[in-house]
């Protein structure tokens, strides 16, 4: 059984003293050279830069001291509680926050009460709160710096006393931090600190919260001010431009958020990164701050709303982990875009160029980047909603192009004159749903037998040369003379399969109807059915006087008839010899027959010919044609 040797002179080390400066005080009260020999009396590693020994040395020490172990473990988490679980503010403050290896020293609190406080271990802190002095971190007599690892407690390795050391006062702005950490350690009352009722964000944050975001702060500003990266915390705490930097990063949080606001238009005069546009342009990495603890939720408010009413230089750029910072923002990327609006993101682009969303394509020598306005992405989104484009209407519908059109001229379906341009046309979203319905609607009432089924291309074609034939198709299904059956797989019309015979006998019938007219009274658009053209065609006609016209466009029956008897279109010839357009008016052309109407006559698209002429050169004989070769 092994005996434990105890110390002859064992002092109580004080709570708010630094840990390695009590084994140098221990060391020295016991006549020992060097800490270094405690140190590999109770195990504990020997280099300075090992804040915290393990357990069992912990146990040895307390053995040969005397000194209850909570004790030692109230001095090692004065500062910084060792938890199982270390945020990454606590281990960024372990690793850069405090300083291990050199010291800093109040010459009046030595004279006091010889023995170094923690707290001036915290790399920030350059001013003794006790004293209002700066805190002293070279020896005035070899002008080397102050380590850990001396020799004596209170003197430098050459000799020098640091009760002797210069005092030199602070100045008002240089007290505010130190104030601010003993605060933060003996948990004294917020509001007895408070600076002229002006609020101060940095009184309701933890003591790892303030060191770390005084320490992001001084990074930041001595950056922007010496184009250093990387700021030596080692540096004389005698230095004037570290001290006024670290001053000017706690004053920045002074009457909030003004003072940050002027900070900020400063920092933001500098283009910083070439290769980028927008906030990481002017403020670089500047936002990964609020991404460290939730408490910095001030500086997240602070920055999205000047961003928003102060800075207008260019479009906010967004970046994935920053996504929850500005929920208000008034740009998004093109990728989010992308995303939000399950498009493309050359889509995305198409719709900026033709203006149907609101933003700005930034070109650079390697990079393409898409800036979109976040309130044209909503009111595109509630557009959507209402509206359909033309590919849309023809994907939902199962139709071609003309077919779309065609649907439009006969009044199915209405383009929105408001959302349409030149190069997409919008529909009626609720107009184009309703057509299909009226399918499922039939078929829901319909939906027996077991004859033989035909698909809607078939009836169509039935239809035979109506130019309006899919119209007709639609309009016929809506009127309930055609009836759905079934419903297959596919999109649009070509989902459902009527009844063959059914289909035929309903066919038959509307051409019958339209081949023995009575005395009603149809439109320019049922005339132009009636005959296989287009609706544009039949308007021309009427200004040319080769159709009489009626009140409102409006016709009678037998002067439709009275018109197809006299006249023949190249589209009727075209569609019952199957020849293309151009060798038909080219054999007409040979025989000396001219149109009446047509793109070299009046500028009409479409050509027109006189049946009689036909007839009489033998072209047209009992409803066929010949052509002469």
């Given amino acids: 059984m092994s005996v434990v040797v105890k110390y002859l002179r064992r002092p109580a080390p004080f709570l708010d003293e630094s840990f390695f400066e009590y ?22 590693p020997s280099s300075s830069y090992i804040i915290k020994p393990n357990l069992e040395s912990l146990v040895q020490l307390s053995d040969m001291t005397g000194v209850n172990i909570q004790t030692y473990h109230s001095m090692l988490n004065y500062l910084i509680d060792s938890k199982q679980k270390k945020s990454e503010i606590d281990a960024f403050i372990m690793r850069r926050g405090i300083n291990s ?28 709160h006790v004293h209002k002095c700066f805190l002293i971190n070279r020896c005035l007599k070899c002008k080397s710096k102050i380590f850990h690892n001396r020799i004596t407690i209170d003197k430098c390795n050459c000799g020098f006393d640091f009760c002797n050391l210069p005092i030199l006062k602070a100045d ?3 007290l505010v931090l130190p104030s601010l950490i003993e605060m933060k350690l003996k948990k004294t009352e ?35 001010e010496t184009k250093k990266k990387v700021l030596s915390f080692h540096a004389d705490t005698s230095d ?38 927008g906030i990481r342009s002017n403020f670089g990495t500047f936002q990964s701050i609020f991404l460290k603890s939730n408490s910095y939720g001030f500086i997240k408010d602070a920055f999205s709303e000047y961003i928003h009413k102060e800075w207008s230089n260019g479009h906010h ?171 297959i797989t596919g999109n649009g019309i070509n989902q459902y399969l009527f009844d063959k015979f059914e289909s035929k006998n309903a066919i038959l019938k509307y051409k019958l109807n339209l081949s023995t007219p009575t005395n009603k009274i149809l439109s320019s658009v049922d005339f132009s059915t009636l005959i296989g053209v287009n609706n544009s065609l039949i308007l021309s006609w009427i200004k040319l006087g080769l159709i009489p016209r009626g009140n409102s466009n409006m016709f009678c029956s037998e002067d439709i008839k009275a018109f197809n008897m006299k006249y023949i279109t190249l589209k009727e ?57």
């Fill in 101 to 128: 290896h050199s010291i800093k020293i109040c010459p009046l609190c030595f004279k006091e009460s010889s023995y170094y406080r923690a707290v001036w271990d915290i790399n920030v802190l350059t001013v003794c």
């Fill in 240 to 277: 004037k431009e570290f001290i006024g930097i670290i001053s000017r990063s706690v004053s920045i949080f002074n009457s909030w958020p003004y003072e940050f606001y002027k900070f900020l238009d400063k920092y933001s005069e500098v283009k910083r990164y070439k290769l980028t546009t």
């Fill in 190 to 224: 917020i509001t007895s600190c408070v600076n002229k009722g002006f609020y101060n964000p940095l009184y309701n944050l933890s003591l790892e919260e303030l060191i770390y975001l005084i320490i992001y702060m001084v990074r930041v500003i001595s950056y922007f």
């Fill in 172 to 174: 008002p702005e240089d």
């Fill in 573 to 629: 010839i075209k569609m019952s010899c199957n020849i293309d357009y151009r060798e038909i008016r080219r054999r007409i052309d040979e025989i000396g027959v001219k149109p009446v109407s047509g793109e070299y006559v009046d500028g009409s698209k479409g050509y027109l010919y006189l049946r009689s002429d036909l007839v009489k050169h033998n072209i047209l004989k009992d409803k066929g044609y010949i052509f002469k070769i």
């Fill in 317 to 487: 750029l967004t970046f994935k982990k920053i996504d929850v910072v500005l929920e208000d923002r008034k740009y998004i990327s093109g990728s989010e875009a992308s995303r939000l609006l399950k498009t493309p993101w050359n889509k995305v682009k198409k719709l900026i160029e033709i203006n149907e969303l609101q933003g700005k394509i930034q070109k650079t020598q390697r990079f393409c980047r898409i800036f979109v306005s976040q309130e044209s992405i909503n009111d595109y989104m509630i557009s959507r909603e209402k509206f359909m484009y033309s590919k849309e209407v023809k994907n939902y519908l199962g139709i071609c192009h003309d077919s779309v059109k065609i649907l439009e001229e006969n009044s199915l379906i209405s383009r929105s004159s408001e959302r349409s341009t030149q190069k997409y046309t919008y529909y009626h979203k609720t107009q184009v749903i309703k057509l299909l319905d009226v399918f499922d609607e039939r078929l829901l009432k319909n939906c027996s037998g077991d004859s033989k089924c035909v698909n809607s291309s078939f009836i169509i074609r039935e239809l035979g040369n109506c130019f309006f034939k899919i119209s007709v198709f639609f309009k016929l299904v809506i009127e309930g003379v055609l009836i759905p059956r079934k419903k």
């Fill in 23 to 44: 084994l140098l005080r221990l060391s020295n009260y016991n006549g020992y050279q060097l800490a270094s020999w405690i140190y590999y009396k109770v195990g504990t």
